[in-house]
């Protein structure tokens, strides 16, 4: 059941009002957190910190509706706010690598490090795909080529011929473009 809070009731009620919400969310919401941070204590100073701002902001004037809804989005920020505190962390550069690394596999966590990790490998992996179709064909080709199916550039070379270092041009636009555009959303995510 879904309810609005008041400020204006009576502080008994408050109280009562603010029990009953935090003992009727309180099962779902950490699980919602704990899906989404893996230690368990940052899991439970999280979820206090959402029930403290709740407390919170049931004494301002304005009336919280939905207010399941507000506690679950309050909880996501504060999941948000806790990677970005980490150490910021860039993309890793392009490698110097005369075989031409692949650069996917340093860029996007590892789904071994726990479910936060997992989230952000997804996210990260769907935005690389909207990023992909703003690339030439031809780099995408190449990246695709290279990092998704594993293939050597000797080999791309020989069947589209064209020189090894054209792909290895073609593929390190590619990554920059990648790079600069997945950034962002690297940033909100700190391992």
Not at 120 to 125: D, G, K, N, Y
Not at 137 to 150: D, N, T
Not at 164 to 190: C, E, G, M, P, W
């Amino acid at each position: 059941m879904e309810t609005t809070l008041s400020p204006s009731e009576p502080m008994a009620e408050k109280d009562n009002r603010i029990t009953e919400t935090v003992l009727r969310e309180r099962a779902r919401l950490a699980g919602f957190i704990r899906k989404r941070v893996s230690d368990p204590g940052e899991a439970e100073d999280i979820l206090q910190d959402v029930f403290y701002e709740f407390v919170e902001a049931y004494r301002l004037p304005e009336t919280i509706e939905q207010v399941g809804a507000w506690l679950f989005r309050v909880a996501r920020n504060r999941i948000i706010d806790r990677f970005r505190k980490k150490k910021e962390q860039a993309l890793p550069e392009i490698s110097g690598d005369a075989d031409g690394e692949r650069w996917l596999d340093e860029a996007l966590p590892s789904t071994e490090d726990g479910p936060e990790a997992a989230y952000a490998r997804t996210v990260l992996l769907e935005e690389l795909r909207d990023a992909l179709m703003e690339l030439p064909e031809e780099q995408r080709e190449v990246f695709i080529a290279h990092e998704l199916e594993g293939r050597s550039f000797d080999e791309l070379a020989a069947e589209m011929g064209v020189s090894r270092n054209t792909l290895l041009s073609r593929k390190r636009y590619a990554v920059l473009h990648l790079r600069a555009r997945l950034q962002a959303i690297y940033d909100d995510f700190k391992f």
